[in-house]
């Protein structure tokens, strides 16, 4: 659930969990982050640059798509969400 995660936590769970952990089997190459918004929490990050649930996908979608590029690495992870709220 994003409502319980700093973005911070989000960016770790992606790079050491998913990354790091999941996909460190040498047949595992493709992850999906999924995260959930039940509306607990209306914004991530610092108070000024605070992101929306929509701003917060979009920006660990770009750390996914960086890894994704690394070739050294060759996994493929995306992040997806899933806003409950109705907005």
Known sequence: LAD?????KLLHALEK???GQYL???RS????LLLVNRG???RWGQVRSALTFSALVESLNVRA???S???R???HVSVMGIDCTGS
């Open 73 to 75: 690495r060759g996994v």
């Open 4 to 8: 319980d995660c700093s973005e911070t």
């Open 69 to 71: 590029q690394d070739a």
């Open 29 to 32: 190459k493709h992850g999906i």
């Open 40 to 42: 607990k929490k209306g």
């Open 24 to 26: 460190k089997h040498p």
């Open 17 to 19: 969990q998913l990354v």
């Open 65 to 67: 798509r960086e890894i």
